[in-house]
């Protein structure tokens, strides 16, 4: 059995708290800890950030989500080769940006929710 262990590559925590259900505003439910005491919890994969997207605007409440930073390598090739270690880094940097985007949307540009993201990352 091949078990691979997982590095944090950025850990990004919202200073937002939960709103109550007055601040959400006409026809919106906010749920605070004391009226919903519920997290959502998610794990994903860069390939399925918009899926979190959609989440973020349909959930005001807190969010948490571990998004996996994938880089699969061909079959022969490791970080060891200059030209494979600078593919790898180049990919790892636009999913953490996107990752990041993300959260920056959310956490600035809304009322309520409140995100809170862990990047994982195999370890070579």
């Known amino acids: 059995m091949c078990v691979r262990r997982l590095l944090v590559h950025d850990i990004l925590w919202s200073a937002k708290q939960p709103c109550k259900s007055t601040d959400a505003g006409a026809g919106g439910v906010a749920p605070d800890s004391e009226e919903c005491p519920l997290t959502v919890a998610t794990t994903l994969t860069t390939s399925r950030l918009s899926g979190l997207q959609r989440l973020c605007q349909s959930w005001p409440g ?50 309520c929710t409140q995100i809170r993201t862990a990047s994982l990352l195999p370890q070579p």
């Open 62 to 111: 807190p969010l948490a989500a571990a998004v996996y930073l994938t880089v699969n390598l061909p079959a022969g090739q490791s970080t060891a080769d200059p030209d494979t270690l600078a593919h790898f880094r180049t990919r790892l940097s636009n999913d953490s940006t996107d990752a990041r985007a993300l959260f920056r949307k959310y956490d600035t540009h809304t009322v």
